[in-house]
């Protein structure tokens, strides 16, 4: 069974894995700081994640007949971009929720996912932690209302069918991509019980996701800004300089992590629906013939790294994206899902998207902002006819000098969160078992089963007394730690079973007890913190050893 969402807070809060921010004013809703262990967590995620792909690029096997290794190379770009980027990727018109208030009980919705006539809703009162059943009637007067389309809605949010012409429910929902454009559709939305009154809605309204701000002092339109709701298009935007000075070849990847911004209408569930939080993000460009086979090598590759890292099977899913879900451009999207301990049995929250973009973000930059008319992607058109946004026009092809040709690649891009991924991680590891205490009773354990190579600490080192050389050699052995670059932490407080138990509760995989022996024999005693065993080992192998088994 899931572990409660109260006590994973509680072990965050307690042994420094994450606060709530500006707590000591209150708190501000969508915003987390990791504290002194959540810091450490999230680096070795970060650092197992740029390791994996970027830094280790050449172990990786690529698909049949594509160069191996490709080059994988990163970036680190601004956080507020030219807003000339923003019009042209689309999020300045594009990237927004909707929301409609209720008249009656004052209660505001937001709109998740909008496909064709349908959409689901959230409540959206920050407060409320409790699910609201909405009911969205569809209009009659579209050729496509029927049963058909209907059971197909059901199908793609994975609703249960109430009435041929009713949709209902409640709770979360499998998140749309957030490029979703709203069709012209008509409402007749009522609440809950309520169902009978029809119009007690709003229309719904946007909600553009994008914080503003304003550059230099006048801070008039003109100034405006915005902080970026996602990394991918630093590396869009930069990807002539990355081709001029480093020596890529298609296919390559660019890789960036960095801090991203959206004011999202219902921030919660924890980190998972934060307003500030952070991004692993892979734009992999290569030739158009080869992208079918790049996107499903992605998909497997970010699929078995949760996997690698101690996410269990049966916690995680691959999700590929109905048709009706994809945004304009994309020919096929897929979800890495996690079964998040808020959600129900059988529901599962976005870990990581991996989108096939075809060659929309390339174009975009050059050309304009794109839009999709009759399944051609073509300049958006102002009132004037001239293009809406216009773009850089700077080319973004490739030229291929092997084959002589010249084409606009295509993006394959994994976009995981660091902070979910964290989460997730977290979420994993808590447990909770029964171990006897130093008399032999039998106590409640909490234990933290970080994956080694993300634990926030590797190994604790602990003198069984405080005297008798003991900690003087301990001290010596932690500081050898340290120097290897292993984590490590000292403690001699208390009786030996409690500092384990700190440990256990820490997620730190390894202690080693320096005891009255250690001084003739040379050895200390290791035990696992999963296995529980102990073992003894020469104080000179102890470092290599440890090193060895955090390395993954
Ligand atoms: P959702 O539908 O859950 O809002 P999304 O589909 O909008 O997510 P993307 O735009 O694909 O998300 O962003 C890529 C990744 O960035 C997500 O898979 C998630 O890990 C992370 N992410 C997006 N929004 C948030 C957020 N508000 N808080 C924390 N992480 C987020």
New binding site residues.
């Given amino acids: 069974s899931k572990p409660s969402m109260e006590k994973i807070v509680a072990l965050c809060k307690r042994r420094g894995l994450i606060f709530q921010d500006s707590e000591i004013y209150g708190g501000q809703n969508?915003f987390w700081d990791y504290g002194p262990l959540g810091v450490l967590l999230k680096r070795n995620v970060r650092e197992a994640w740029w390791h994996d792909m970027v830094g280790s690029h050449d172990e990786l096997e690529a698909p049949a007949g594509a160069p191996s290794p490709f080059d994988m190379v990163g970036v680190e770009t601004s956080i507020i971009m030219h807003p000339q980027v923003w019009k042209c990727s689309g999020h300045y018109d594009l990237f927004h929720d909707f929301m409609v208030d209720c008249r009656e009980t004052k209660s505001r919705y937001r709109f998740?996912?909008v496909v064709g006539q349908f959409a689901t809703a959230k409540h959206a009162k920050e407060d409320d932690a409790e699910p609201v059943t909405l009911f969205i009637t569809v209009a009659g007067d579209s050729d496509d209302t029927g049963d058909a389309l209907i059971t197909r809605a059901c199908e793609v949010f994975g609703l249960k069918k109430k009435k041929a012409d009713r949709i209902e429910w409640s709770g979360s929902i499998?998140?749309?991509?957030?490029a979703v454009e709203l069709p012209e559709f008509s409402w007749d939305t009522t609440v809950g019980p309520e169902a009978s009154k029809p119009g007690t809605l709003t229309e719904p309204r946007e909600f553009n996701l994008m914080f503003k701000t304003t550059l230099g002092a006048l801070g008039g339109d003109a100034d405006a800004a915005f902080l970026r709701?996602?990394t991918a298009q630093g590396i869009f935007v930069n990807f002539k300089n990355v081709l001029d000075s480093s020596r890529v070849k298609i296919p390559f990847g660019v890789a960036q992590v960095g801090k991203?911004f959206?004011n999202?209408i219902t921030?919660r569930n924890f980190?998972?629906?934060?307003?500030?939080?952070?991004?692993m993000?892979i734009e992999f460009f290569c030739h158009p013939n080869q992208s079918s086979d790049w996107y499903q090598y992605w998909r497997e590759r970010r699929f078995a790294w949760y996997k690698g890292l101690g996410i269990s099977e049966e916690n995680l899913i691959l999700r590929e994206h109905h048709k009706e879900e994809l945004a304009h451009y994309s020919v096929g999207t897929a979800?890495?899902e996690y079964a998040f301990p808020f959600l129900d049995d059988g529901e599962y929250?976005?870990?990581?998207?991996v989108?096939h973009r075809g060659d929309f973000d390339l174009r975009s930059h050059t050309e304009g902002k794109l839009v999709n008319k009759g399944g051609e992607l073509v300049v958006e058109e102002g009132e004037d006819g001239k293009p809406k946004y216009r773009g850089s026009g700077k080319d973004l092809s490739y030229f291929d000098d092997q084959s002589r040709e010249r084409f606009i690649p295509h993006v394959i891009e994994p976009?995981?969160?660091?902070?979910?991924?964290t989460l997730a991680f977290i979420c994993e590891a808590y447990y909770e078992d029964e171990q006897p205490d130093d008399k032999g009773n039998m106590q409640s354990r909490t234990v933290m089963r970080f994956h080694p190579r993300i634990a926030p600490i590797k190994v604790a080192v602990l003198p069984l007394i405080k005297k008798e050389g003991m900690p003087e050699k301990a001290a010596e052995i932690y500081r050898g730690f340290k120097k290897a670059g292993i984590e490590a932490f000292y403690d001699q407080q208390g009786a030996i079973g409690r500092r384990y138990r700190r440990q256990d509760e820490a997620g730190t995989p390894f202690c080693v007890t320096i005891d009255g022996e250690t001084a003739s024999d040379g050895k200390v005693t290791l035990r696992d913190r999963d296995s529980l065993e102990q073992s003894r080992i020469a104080v000179d192998e102890i470092v290599a050893a440890i090193s060895e088994k955090v390395r993954g």
């Fill in positions: 969508g998740d996912h499998t998140p749309l991509s957030n709701p996602e991203s959206r999202e921030p980190t998972f629906r934060s307003r500030e939080f952070e991004q993000e979800d890495i929250g976005e870990l990581e998207g989108a976009s995981a969160g660091a902070d979910r991924a």
